[in-house]
């Protein structure tokens, strides 16, 4: 008799456990990068600053279901960044940086959120400090960055941060020019200004 019990309450486990998942994920609403989201990098050398933009670039992040105008929980996120998409107004620069973040071939560099935490912020914005996994020249690491939040128009959510980080971490050797008189600087800072919208597609 219990051997029939357990085997009933087996079957209903496996029967129920299908609906919750999708109900959970029913409830998440997906996340995707508007076209004028902007990106860029910044860096010194031995000569003058210099600033790099992302043309163009791919992302997504998952918006949970308890989110509110004032606590917004990410559950998952993906940036997707392709090399020949990098423009630094100058053809020189851009070859030598593009060369430089290839590494072993690599032909994008990618950033996976893993989680997010809430941090006070004022009026409107939203805290949140981001955890995930970057990229670069097919060498990953760890990050965290603190970035602000908030809602916009037609239920979209603009994101606001930057990230310091320095690119021999990553194997990467500083770009040099003008026959090795100009040396660009190991650190450098990403700063990204992004408006998402809910995917129609879902």
Same mark, same amino acid.
């Given at each position: 008799?219990?051997?029939?019990?357990?085997?009933?309450?087996?079957?209903?486990?496996? *029967?129920?456990?299908?609906?919750?998942?999708?109900? +959970?994920?029913?409830?998440? %609403?997906?996340? %995707? #990068? &508007?076209?004028?989201?902007?990106?860029?990098? &910044?860096?010194?050398?031995?000569?003058? &600053?210099?600033?790099?933009?992302?043309?163009? #670039?791919d992302?997504t #992040?998952?918006?949970?279901?308890?989110?509110?105008?004032?606590?917004? *929980?990410? *559950?998952?996120?993906?940036?997707?960044?392709?090399?020949?998409?990098?423009?630094?107004?100058?053809?020189?620069?851009?070859?030598?940086?593009r /060369?430089?973040?290839?590494?072993?071939?690599? &032909?994008?560099?990618?950033?996976?959120?893993?989680?997010?935490?809430?941090?006070?912020?004022?009026?409107?914005?939203?805290?949140?400090?981001?955890?995930?996994?970057?990229?670069?020249?097919?060498? *990953?690491?760890?990050?965290?960055?603190d +970035?602000? +939040?908030?809602?916009?128009?037609n239920?979209?959510?603009?994101?606001?941060?930057?990230?310091?980080?320095d690119?021999?971490?990553?194997?990467?050797?500083?770009?040099?020019?003008?026959?090795?008189?100009?040396?660009?600087?190991?650190?450098?800072?990403v700063?990204f200004?992004v408006? /998402?919208?809910?995917?129609p597609?879902?």
């Amino acid at each position: 008799m219990k051997t029939i019990t357990k085997l009933i309450a087996l079957l209903m486990l496996v *029967s129920l456990a299908p609906n919750a998942y999708a109900q +959970a994920n029913a409830q998440r %609403v997906k996340y %995707v #990068f &508007d076209s004028d989201s902007k990106l860029s990098i &910044d860096g010194t050398s031995t000569i003058h &600053d210099w600033t790099c933009e992302i043309e163009k #670039f791919d992302g997504t #992040f998952t918006i949970d279901p308890q989110s509110t105008a004032q606590n917004l *929980s990410i *559950s998952a996120g993906k940036l997707i960044v392709k090399l020949d998409d990098i423009e630094c107004g100058k053809g020189t620069m851009n070859k030598k940086l593009r /060369a430089a973040l290839s590494g072993n071939k690599a &032909d994008n560099v990618t950033f996976t959120l893993e989680s997010t935490t809430s941090t006070d912020k004022p009026l409107d914005l939203i805290g949140l400090g981001l955890s995930g996994s970057l990229k670069i020249a097919g060498v *990953s690491k760890s990050v965290e960055m603190d +970035a602000t +939040a908030r809602y916009t128009q037609n239920d979209s959510v603009q994101l606001e941060g930057f990230l310091s980080l320095d690119m021999t971490d990553y194997g990467v050797d500083p770009p040099t020019a003008i026959l090795g008189t100009l040396h660009t600087g190991d650190k450098v800072t990403v700063r990204f200004l992004v408006t /998402a919208h809910p995917d129609p597609n879902l």
